[in-house]
Nanobody, 114 residues
Framework: QVQLVESGGGLVQPGESLRLSCAAS????????MGWYRQAQGEERELVAQ???????TYADSVKGRFTMSRDNAKNTVYLQMNSLKPEDTAVYFC????????WGKGTPVTVSS
């Protein structure tokens, strides 16, 4: 059974940082492209960042230079370091694992507000 469990979300003020984690089980983690998506209230889900099995990273333009995604294959875990957070980063953040099919976690909420 595939499980993706996100953690690390919360309430922060603008300009602060958060680090999200996603622990995967039930997959051969090292071969999967891992991703972070987010969905703000009333908006469509959007790709925030992804990292391939080879370590290549892609970021949405809105987070470039502020967010960094990384993976630890020994721990079957990916991370999303989010710096200089803005109110528009407020959303539920979802972890995904994609190979021949895409798996989703249940999400962790991030709220950026003063």
């Amino acid at each position: 059974q595939v499980q993706l469990v996100e953690s690390g979300g919360g309430l922060v003020q603008p300009g602060e940082s958060l680090r999200l984690s996603c622990a995967a089980s039930g997959i051969i983690f090292s071969i999967y492209t891992m991703g972070w998506y987010r969905q703000a209230q009333g908006e469509e889900r959007e790709l925030v960042a992804q990292i391939t099995s080879g370590g290549s990273r892609t970021y949405a333009d809105s987070v470039k230079g502020r967010f960094t995604m990384s993976r630890d294959n020994a721990k079957n875990t990916v991370y999303l370091q989010m710096n200089s957070l803005k109110p528009e980063d407020t959303a539920v953040y979802f972890c995904t694992a994609n190979y021949y099919m895409r798996y989703w976690g249940k999400g962790t909420p991030v709220t950026v507000s003063s």
